[in-house]
């Protein structure tokens, strides 16, 4: 009995096809963290940089959507949206997300530190994968995001 492997280089994973599922189970997964407060990206982005994780900041829904009409969206494995967002609001970036087809599959985990029911409401209706509300307890937040980024992505 024979038993065979391939490891690919980083060189040759960029090659790949841009299948989500395979490039998740190969590669570091990438994650999108839109909110407006310096000190909070700065703080989660330290965080899950501690675990491995490959993390973008933006500081407003509009820059993350620019940044996009350059780089593939399908590139991120989850996306952290703060739903007060100045300008277009987090609920306004999920919306876009679940409506389009490249991005509805990529899970979203929303933080506010304003919980009103009718924003969480529009945000399940809009299909948010998970809500914490800020301040974020650090290993509660992990625990969520490490959670968000074991879910599959549906095909």
Do not use: W
Request: aromatic share 8%.
């Amino acid at each position: 009995m024979r038993f065979s492997f391939s490891l690919y280089s980083s060189s040759e994973c960029a090659m790949l096809p841009p299948n989500p599922r395979l490039r998740r189970m190969i590669m570091t997964k990438k994650i999108a963290l839109i909110d407006d407060s310096g000190p909070f990206r700065l703080m989660v982005q330290q965080l899950l940089e501690l675990r491995q994780y490959e993390v973008t900041p933006f500081e407003s829904a509009e820059q993350f959507f620019g940044a996009h009409q350059r780089v593939n969206l399908t590139r991120f494995d989850l996306i952290i949206v703060d739903i007060n967002l100045p300008g277009m609001d987090g609920l306004s970036v999920l919306e876009n997300l679940k409506t389009d087809p490249v991005s509805s599959p990529i899970p979203v985990l929303m933080v506010t530190g304003d919980p009103k029911k009718t924003k969480i409401r529009h945000a399940v209706q809009f299909g948010v994968s998970d809500f914490i509300g800020k301040p974020i307890d650090p290993s509660q937040f992990c625990e969520r995001v490490e959670r968000l980024l074991e879910t599959p992505l549906s095909e």
